[in-house]
């Protein structure tokens, strides 16, 4: 019988020198075959998948569930004896069908690509709007509070209808709950605040509703503690993974000066450097489900009720899918990367992200063509493994003025 390969911990921080890849030991769990075991600190028996096939295969596979309340073994903590309740309504990553679709369908015609390419001119004067300010106020800067979080900010302000005046208390917020440096006390403290603003900005759309996706869901039969979680899912996904696609995103081209000239060079070279990137860096790097039954998987018999991680970023990596994948290639043909998901739960927002970036990476590069790191690359902030979203807490850049 073939011996399984174990992973006892999952690693915290990144090798030295290496902030775009996957944790070497992750890497590692992958030359031994696409899934290990897993114990977790509770000492409950799970699995950690990290080939590209099997990763697809269960995003997609409903005999694995994506409920908040049986994800009760987390991954590096020992949380026995906690009882973790349902997903709060509206808050449909958290759910399964047929409550996911509920709160998901209502929102799938307005992130078309048809609705999000129409959105390319304003995303356009506000990357424009941005950079100005940047250039006037001269080098050196933080990319990330003047260029990366700005933009994916006041475009998901404006399809809610949240005012931008407001953006710096949800930012703030969520970044203390997903960037994975809180205490429990804070994380609740900045989940509680959001709610509260959320539940406040839902009962001004319902009483003068405007132009937005927030005001066009109030026709609907959806609550308002309902459209608060929808609300708390879309923008913090529609400001978070963006801003740190294009601050980890910018770090990799400047480290990459090749990739970063052939990109400058070829405008039309855009669309397929978002999608490397985006397979590069799977800034979303890890979900987790729970089997519902027991289900056959990589040969191996995953029991009813245990848990799996799924590690995107290895899926990402894995040479059986994708040919020397430890390097960025702009010019990559083969597509099909896993950074948006897969399934019932592949992001909503994934056209959206894609014009933004199609349109703020080429605007940067061709505004700076001098730009660069301002400190050594050692010495970028990188956001902690334990982090939802991986990225860069800052990056300072510079260039000839």
């Not at 690693?11 to 890497?27: N, V």
């Not at 300010?133 to 949240?162: N, R």
């Not at 801003?243 to 397929?272: I, K």
Request: glycine share 6%; charged share 25%; aromatic share 6%.
């Amino acid at each position: 019988m073939t011996m399984v390969h174990t992973v006892t911990t999952l690693p915290t921080s990144r090798q030295p020198g290496c902030p775009f890849d996957p944790p070497a030991e992750l890497i590692d769990a992958r030359r031994h075959g696409p899934i290990s075991r897993y114990p977790f600190p509770d000492g409950h028996q799970g699995w950690l998948i990290t080939g590209y096939d099997l990763v697809r295969s269960v995003l997609a596979d409903s005999r694995f569930s994506s409920r908040k309340e049986l994800m009760i073994h987390h991954p590096t903590i020992d949380y026995s004896g906690v009882e973790v309740p349902p997903a709060p309504p509206g808050e449909f990553l958290l759910m399964d069908e047929p409550q996911h679709g509920r709160y998901r369908k209502p929102l799938v015609g307005k992130f078309t690509v048809r609705r999000m390419r129409q959105l390319t001119e304003r995303v356009e004067q506000i990357t424009t709007d941005h950079l100005d300010a940047m250039e006037k106020a001269g080098p050196p800067a933080d990319l990330v509070t003047a260029f990366a979080k700005p933009i994916p900010s006041m475009v998901i302000c404006e399809l809610l209808g949240v005012p931008y005046e407001d953006r710096g208390r949800f930012q703030d917020q969520i970044d203390t709950f997903l960037g994975g440096e809180s205490s429990d006390e804070d994380l609740l403290a900045a989940y509680t605040a959001t709610q509260h603003y959320l539940a406040e900005l839902v009962a001004a759309k319902r009483a003068n509703p405007t132009d937005d996706v927030l005001s066009d869901l109030t026709d609907g039969d959806l609550t308002d503690e309902e459209l608060k979680g929808m609300a708390l899912i879309l923008l913090s996904a529609g400001f978070d993974t963006t801003a740190n696609m294009l601050a980890l995103g910018t770090f990799a081209l400047l480290q990459n000066p090749e990739q970063l000239a052939a990109l400058r060079a070829d405008a039309t070279l855009a669309d397929r450097a978002v999608e490397e990137l985006l397979r590069y860096l799977s800034v979303a790097k890890t979900f987790m489900r729970t089997a519902l039954e027991d289900v056959e998987l990589g040969g191996q018999t995953i029991e009813a009720g245990t848990t799996v991680i799924l590690s995107l970023n290895t899926a990402n990596r894995d040479p059986e899918r994708f040919p020397d994948p430890h390097r960025l290639d702009l010019r990559r043909q083969d597509g099909g990367h896993l950074a948006f998901s897969h399934g019932i739960h592949q992001c909503l927002g994934q056209q959206l992200a894609r014009v933004e970036m199609r349109v703020a990476f080429p605007a940067l590069l061709n505004r700076f063509p001098t730009l660069r790191l301002a400190v050594p690359a050692e010495e970028v902030g990188l956001r902690p493994e334990t982090a939802d979203i991986y990225g860069v807490k800052s990056l300072p850049v510079t260039w000839d003025a």
